[in-house]
């Protein structure tokens, strides 16, 4: 079965300084895609990266990167300087094949990020 | 103008009354989906189109029901709310490739009293 584990609930971080929010997935597909979102106070979900399960090159947009490496099936997100309009809720995604043929996209919980000027 | 719009945004209603949530997309998508998110709980599926004639229930949709009027237009309806069903409902487009990226609207709060 599909799932997504974000296991930090709530980070919080002083203004300029680096963070790393983790998304471990499970799968039994080869073939799968993963998503992160942003999610701020006002409460729209912000598409932020998709990757696929063949590319695991880091990506690098701006401060944001992210680690993908399917060895530890994890993609990682890391906020480099952060600022206090990254405080958000983050969500890590999932889509594969999974049962019934139905691409199925699986949420993790979020994890919130609060940034402290 | 936003690619998907979802009205109401906000809404407070009482247990037993029939609501209708709306979701109107100009990205020209073929897929709709509707979503609740709770505390803790992140996203949970509620109904999913393919297209106008196709639609399928999600992992929670008892007590919803939705209509596809068009391509553009998907409607999520509870026909007699109850307290638990106060959350977060968010609209979701998504062009044809199952793998494609989801795109989401505004998202409406209900609240049921």
């Known amino acids: 079965a599909q799932k997504v584990t974000q296991a930090q609930t709530e980070i919080s971080v002083v203004e300029k300084e680096d963070v790393t929010l983790d998304c471990v997935y499970e799968?039994?597909?080869?073939?799968?895609?993963l998503f992160w979102y942003k999610q701020p106070p006002s409460g729209e979900l912000v598409f932020l990266i998709r990757?696929?399960?063949?590319?695991?090159q880091n990506e690098i947009s701006g401060r944001y990167s992210w680690n993908f490496q399917k060895s530890t099936s994890s993609f990682n997100f890391t906020i480099t300087a952060s600022q206090v309009v990254d405080s958000a809720v983050y969500f890590c995604?999932?889509?594969?094949?999974?049962?019934?043929?139905?691409?199925?996209?699986?949420f993790g919980t979020g994890t919130k990020l609060q940034v402290i000027p | 103008d936003a690619d998907v719009t979802q009205t109401p945004r906000n809404r407070i209603t009482k247990t037993g009354k029939r609501i209708m949530l709306e979701c109107s997309q100009t990205?020209?998508?073929?897929?709709m989906y509707w979503y609740r998110q709770d505390p803790g709980l992140g996203l949970r599926l509620i109904y999913y189109?393919?297209?106008?004639?196709?639609?399928n229930k999600g992992e929670i949709s008892d007590g919803y029901s939705v209509s596809r009027q068009a391509q553009a237009k998907f409607s999520l309806s509870l026909e007699s709310a109850i307290p638990n069903q106060t959350a977060l409902y968010f609209c979701?487009?998504?062009?044809?490739?199952?793998?494609?990226?989801?795109?989401f609207g505004p998202g409406t709060r209900l609240t049921v009293l």
């Open positions: 995604a999932l889509s594969d094949p999974g049962d019934g043929g139905y691409q199925k996209v699986t």
């Open positions: 799968t039994r597909d080869t073939t799968y895609y």
């Open positions: 990757r696929n399960s063949f590319d695991e």
């Open positions: 990205k020209g998508h073929d897929r």
């Open positions: 189109s393919f297209d106008v004639k196709d639609i």
């Open positions: 979701a487009t998504q062009l044809a490739g199952a793998t494609d990226t989801q795109y």
